[in-house]
């Protein structure tokens, strides 16, 4: 017997476990013809309002959309979304900064998939940890707002990478806060090359009209 | 209301998971002693090293791993520069260009990392 460590070599992916859950979602997703997005962004910055909206316009348009919002605690982004009469589910994190896939499957238990067109995820707020997971999700998109400054995506460029729309909010307050448009954008194109950048207001609902229209084209293909 | 699961920070969740993948490793080998585990961890893994090995430090207690170490090795990022039709490393996280030839990298072939690589034994 000797007493030499000996060097296996082993490979595995540290997060396979959420990445097949993730997986085995994005698979019921497309088999029901549901088209998934998820939110990422710092707390505050809009996320719940832009979510209100955009849940009461496709609604108006006829569509059938849901969405899961998570929080380390309380309820009231759910009752929130519960205005716009979309079905929508809470998960508590308690402590956890982020949500995993497994999270995501089981807040979706009651619900026919094949009865929903569009589904939302509101992770947590948090610009870190989120980005680490996949939650079987077809478009991620990071929100960042004019309030927040230009240079977040320099701050936290992996969340950003691992996005695929940058969308930024709150953009009837840009001239009150001296917002510089160039700056964030070519801000978000260093850290993330060829991102597509979506600026609109929730509030005022300059910009929603892209913001759907995106929508209503990436769920046809 | 659906009930999260455990864990308490970002980096001791990965933690949890790096002592769960590599128990299985182990366990497959007949469960020798482990001296260390060796990481191989990207930039864009959302994982900052030093709070990984703390969470590490923590999460291993009263396992079969409480005596091993947790090696990390960082992997650089790597993307496809088309124009140079080569694999480049970039400028830096918030500067994702080419460093031979400044071209926007979007293809990222490195940077994500977030595996075990390897396993130290004794057998």
């Known amino acids: ?221 | 209301m659906v009930r999260a699961l455990d864990g308490s920070m970002h980096e001791l969740s990965i933690a949890l998971s790096i002592l769960e993948v590599a128990g299985e490793e182990v366990e497959r080998r007949g469960n020798p002693r482990v001296e260390a585990i060796h990481m191989r961890l990207g930039p864009l893994s959302g994982v900052v090293p030093e709070a990984l090995v703390s969470a590490y430090e923590l999460a291993r207690e009263a396992t079969p791993f409480a005596e091993s170490r947790l090696v990390i090795e960082e992997v650089p990022i790597i993307v496809f520069c088309a124009k140079c039709d080569a694999e480049r490393p970039v400028r830096s996280m918030q500067d994702f260009s080419c460093v031979e030839c400044d071209t926007p990298g979007s293809k990222l072939v490195h940077g994500r990392e977030l595996e075990i690589a390897a396993l130290e034994l004794i057998e």
């Open chain 1, 1 to 221: 017997m000797s007493t030499q460590p000996r060097i296996v070599e082993v490979r595995r992916n540290v997060l396979k476990h959420n990445d097949q859950v993730a997986a085995a979602l994005r698979q019921r997703f497309h088999q029901a013809g549901l088209f998934v997005a998820s939110l990422v962004s710092s707390p505050g910055s809009g996320k719940t309002a832009f979510l209100e909206k955009t849940l009461t316009l496709l609604k108006s348009k006829g569509y059938r959309p849901a969405a899961v919002v998570g929080d380390l605690a309380t309820d009231n982004d759910a009752a929130r979304l519960a205005r716009s009469e979309a079905p929508v589910r809470q998960i508590t994190t308690g402590t956890l900064c982020h949500l995993e896939a497994a999270m995501v499957e089981n807040a979706l238990e009651a619900w026919n998939l094949k009865e929903l067109d569009f589904l939302f995820i509101e992770n947590v707020g948090n610009l870190v940890c989120p980005s680490s997971y996949d939650l079987g999700e077809d478009l991620r998109l990071v929100l960042l707002s004019v309030t927040e400054g230009e240079d977040k995506p320099l701050k936290y460029p992996t969340i950003f990478n691992s996005a695929d729309v940058a969308v930024v909010t709150k953009i009837d307050l840009a001239d009150a806060v001296e917002f510089n448009h160039a700056a964030a954008k070519s801000n978000i194109q260093a850290v993330r090359p060829g991102m597509l950048v979506l600026e609109l207001s929730s509030k005022s609902g300059q910009g929603m009209d892209d913001w759907l229209t995106l929508l209503e084209s990436k769920r046809k293909r």
